[in-house]
């Protein structure tokens, strides 16, 4: 939890040394955060390579691809964007500060063969998670963003993502920082981490909803051009609740995790309004 707390101390000094620049940055707020209606969409593609637990709760790291898409209406420069931002988003409706869209993820497939520690965990399927997001602009320089998917195949609950990032640029770089916390239904934890009794009774383990699991995310990102960006990051993250005490994290796993990865990304204007 130390981890957390740093970086929620990197965080506030994030904030505290943007606060007095909110003024000076006024007359470009709506440019950075209100695209009128008239502006064509914007696409963003890349992808990224990553280097986290095997799955969460994990002890074990492997490298991983990601993908990266992206699709709203405004400028390159208009909306930030996360690294750990689900892959697919696309924001239908914006205003002045918010912008409301979908957003999905894709999810693997997980075979106890791979992971020894899984083996007592049924094999979960390739499936994804669809739904929504809505993005709220303060000032020109703190973002706070909810999203709100349901799985499919893979599992059938709700998965709800919590962030906060402050974010500057200085020159070519743009950095930003922020905690997180998600929040799931109980059939994705019994779909990710298996049924197992709890106490000396034999008795069976019943999951329920509640937070998934906190921490936070800070990156650095580069632009070599107006279109063309790469960005390294870092990512802690804590798992609380019904979770930490499966036995895959409590026995053979851990409840702190990290991921560290970096992508390219290119972004160009559609020509569509």
Known sequence: ???VAYLAGVLACL???FSDRAQAQSSDYTTLTSPQSAQNWYVTV????RYQPDYTGSDDYVFRARPIISLGRGLKSTWWSAEDDPTLTVGFFSGQGWRVGFSGELLWKRKAEVNPALVAVPETKFGAEAGGFVEFYPTSWLRARADLRRGIVAHDALV?????????RIGAWTLGAGPRMSVVGADYL???YGSYTAGGGGM?????????SVGAIAQATYNWTDNLSTTAYVEYKYLVGDAAQAPIVKTWGSRNSWTVGISASYAFDSGFR
């Open 1 to 3: 939890m130390r981890c």
């Open 15 to 17: 904030a505290l040394s």
């Open 46 to 49: 890349g992808a990224g390579l």
């Open 160 to 168: 709800a993502d919590f962030k906060l990032d402050a974010f500057q």
């Open 190 to 192: 019994r779909t990710y």
């Open 204 to 212: 069976l383990k019943r999951f329920n909803a509640g937070v998934y």
